[in-house]
Structure formats: C-alpha cells, structure tokens
C-alpha cells in the first residue's frame, strides 16, 4: 500500500513539473519585424481616382530601395555595408552545421582571407518565431558561435569576428509555415565599419 502511494505520488509531481514547464512557453503570435518596413501606401505616386499614369509604375523591389534611401541620408551615420558573405541555415532546434553550412562557411572564409583580409565581421544569428523569446536569443547565439568557431578553424583571426543574436527579432520571411521558418533560421554575416 505504502509502495503505491508513493508511486502515486510520484506520478502527480511528475504530471506537475511537466504542466508548469508548459506554461512558460509564450504562445506564437504575429509581430512587426524589427527591420525596416515601408507602407504600399507611400509608395505609389499620389492620383486622384480614376486618373491613369503615362509611364509604367517601377518595380516593387526598386519603389522600396527608393523609399528607404532618404531615411538612411537623414540620419548622418555610415550605414553598415552589405555583405557579400551568404548567410547559412539550420535545422529545427539546433545549432549544429549541416554539410551545405559548412561548405558555405568555406567560401566566406575564402573570401575572407583572400580579398577582404582587413576586414571585421559580426554574425548574427536568428531563429524563427516557435519558442519563447529568451531560448531564442540563446539559441541565436549558439548558432553564431558554431559558425565562428567553424570560421577559426578555418584561418580567420578570431579578433575579425564578433557575434550578436537577433533571436526571432529579425525574422527574413514573414509566414506560418514550414518554408518561411526554414529561411527564418540562420547565421548572417554582416561587414563592420
């Protein structure tokens, strides 16, 4: 009888643990994107209705370049350079390199001691949006630590390197799906000034 009830007991801890751990897992929800976003509206020429334009309206790709621009001249600061490094991808949960990191973290390298032999890079790692925001920022930051461990024991001086984690902050695709959150988690590799 005694032996039961401890293992009754048991079961009844075991069953709370489990539900209290659930409960700090922050529901997905849809946020902003932390990087720059432009509105349609501002974006097309102002018309009256009905009215049509002479000339084709210029792509969507070039009206936001346009758009962002004066904002960046606005603010005085040398804005960081876009990277010509490509970023790297991982799997759900997990900061280890795949096969198709590796190979892309090679040609960063290459490119790195090669033709940009004087410059710094941060990486920055980001996660898709399922988790809670701090085990995010903590898995971003195992992830940018993977690949500048990796990028060391390729040749990079580890003083060229620096990392930050985004988290799901920055997220590179909007969507609720398994696509969007596949390009969601990566390392991007950003040149510093």
């Known amino acids: 009888m005694r032996k039961r009830m401890m293992l009754l007991l048991a079961a009844l801890s075991m069953t709370a643990l489990v539900a209290g751990g ?3 897992k922050e529901a997905v929800k849809t946020e902003e994107p932390a990087a ?3 509105k349609v509206e501002q974006l097309k020429p102002a ?3 009905g009215a049509k334009s002479e000339e084709p309206a210029a792509p ?3 009206r936001v370049a346009e758009a962002i621009k004066p904002a960046e001249a606005q603010t005085g600061k040398a804005v960081e350079e876009v990277s010509a490094f490509e970023p790297i991808y991982f799997d759900f949960d997990s900061s280890d390199l795949r096969q198709d990191a ?3 973290l090679t040609k960063n390298a290459e490119m790195l001691l090669k033709s940009k032999p004087a410059t710094r890079i941060k990486i920055e790692g980001n996660c898709d949006e399922r988790g809670s925001a701090e085990y995010n920022l903590a898995l971003g930051e195992r992830r940018a630590k993977s690949a ?4 060391i024991t390729l040749g990079v001086q580890p003083e060229r390197l620096s990392i930050i984690s985004y988290g799901k902050e920055k997220p590179a695709v909007m969507g609720d799906d398994e696509a969007a959150w596949a390009k969601n988690r990566r390392d991007e590799f950003v040149i510093e000034k």
């Open 22 to 24: 659930c409960a700090n």
């Open 36 to 38: 720059a976003t432009v």
């Open 47 to 49: 018309q009256q209705p």
């Open 60 to 62: 969507v790709e070039n």
């Open 102 to 104: 590796r190979n892309t």
């Open 148 to 151: 500048m461990q990796y990028l």
